[in-house]
């Protein structure tokens, strides 16, 4: 005998009444919006009877709906969305779920402005006239919410998953959101013009340095044959990341910028650990650990020679990889040519170097944020992002790091 379920409408009758007045309201709305397009509908129709233009196709009702959209400001054949991916250098940690609780001695704040506003993509965006980008997660579903683009990003993200269960938004969960994304403008806007929105769009990823901070240095939450294996490590982690790229080249994404891995030797956290490693040998204090920048040119090398390839194998797509390794390190060979004071110090942190905590309060950072390199453990601060961003546009002011074109190149192709 199938069970039944007796509700007793008197415990929720104000709900029901709620209800039924909403219900009521919008089903009114629906009436007058149908009455609207059917007016506006007969008398275009009737404009088109008394001024008739003979270049012009007849229009189905369905794509002159397309056809007002795509004329808005919403979206047109020129639109360009701005798709960004990545870890801390994208992301504040606005965008990660338990930031604060998944972050481990990390800073709370790892951006000198405490939000998005001081990494590169938000000066890219401003270069490609778009306002700032929106997260994957603030997104309302609407063609107006999404054509400036979206940033998929998060804070300690890497592109591999911890072993330890500590889920950080892995490079695999962004590329899922990525793809909702484009199936929802296929649905939007139908196949021709979605294909045409998405293919002139640029994607842009910068992921890899939480993998070597969590995996890689600290020999915690990966399988040991990685762990500490200089060949084996960086290889895996661009064999994925070349995975991700041809995920979306099947997507219909043909404008990709990925960026190389920052010198982490050079990072305060990095240096101040390897002294301690190394016997707390003040002859041995150097600005760099070599040791480590050898891993990650490595990683950037093994980038660079698959972006070439990806290039050379789908040459209706255009891949720019941008070593911002060797950005850096001419700004840290020759700081005061750009302004800079100090090389080896985090601006907010505690400790030496400020390298025994990350920065916990944003009001406890260098009076001088302009003068420093590293924001905190890992991060650079806002004025070197903005050299790079500025780089990575136009090739100045350290010369051209993009490869095989600019990112402003790329936008006018």
């Known amino acids: 005998m199938p069970l039944k379920f007796k509700v007793n409408w008197k415990n929720i009758s104000p709900v029901r009444s709620l209800c039924s007045v909403l219900v009521i309201l919008i089903i009114i709305a629906l009436i007058l919006a149908i009455v609207t397009a059917i007016h506006n509908h007969k008398k275009s129709q009737s404009h088109s009877k008394h001024h008739p233009d003979p270049s012009s196709p007849v229009m189905s009702p369905s794509s002159s709906f397309l056809d007002s959209l795509l ?14 991916m990545g870890d ?29 506003s001081s990494l590169i993509p938000y000066f890219l965006a401003k270069k490609i006239n778009l306002p700032a980008i929106p997260t994957f997660y603030e997104q309302n579903g609407t063609i107006e919410g999404i054509v400036n683009g979206l940033n998929y990003g ?14 950080f938004q892995t490079l695999h969960q962004q590329l899922r959101q990525a793809i909702e994304t484009i199936q929802l403008l296929h649905l939007q806007l139908g196949e021709l013009e979605a294909q045409s929105f998405i293919s002139s769009s640029v994607f ?30 960086p290889r895996l982690l661009v064999d994925e990341m070349m995975n991700a790229l041809r995920g979306l080249y099947n997507e219909g994404v043909r404008k990709i910028v990925v960026m190389g891995v920052y010198p982490l030797g050079c990072a305060p956290r990095a240096v101040v650990d390897w002294y301690f490693l190394t016997g707390r040998n003040r002859r041995r204090m150097r600005v760099c650990v070599s040791e480590i920048n050898e891993v990650i040119t490595q990683h950037n090398q093994l980038l660079n020679d698959g972006i070439i390839d990806l290039n050379l194998e789908l040459s209706d797509a255009q891949f720019v990889f941008c070593d911002i390794y060797q950005a850096y390190i001419q700004i840290m060979s020759t700081p005061q040519a750009y302004g800079f004071e100090d090389v ?3 601006c907010c942190g505690r400790g030496w170097h400020g390298a025994a905590e990350g920065c916990q309060n944003i009001e406890n950072a260098c009076n001088q944020t302009s003068t420093h390199i590293w924001w905190d453990f890992y991060n650079p601060t806002h004025a070197v992002n903005s050299l790079l961003a500025d780089s990575a546009w136009s090739g100045q002011p350290l010369g051209d790091i993009c490869h095989p074109f600019s990112i402003q190149g790329l936008m006018k192709l």
């Open 204 to 233: 842009y990823l910068s992921i890899g340095k939480d993998d070597y901070i969590n995996f890689f240095f600290e020999n915690a939450s990966f399988p040991s044959e990685y762990n500490g294996n200089t060949e084996l490590f």
């Open 71 to 84: 004329q808005s400001n919403a979206v047109n054949q020129k639109s360009k969305g701005f798709f960004i």
């Open 154 to 167: 998060a804070a300690q993200s890497t592109i591999l998953s911890p072993a330890n269960g500590l889920n």
């Open 344 to 346: 080896r110090g985090a």
């Open 88 to 116: 801390s250098s994208v992301d504040c940690g606005l965008n990660t779920l338990f930031y604060p609780v998944l972050r481990r001695n990390l800073s709370l704040f790892p951006c000198s402005n405490g939000d998005d």
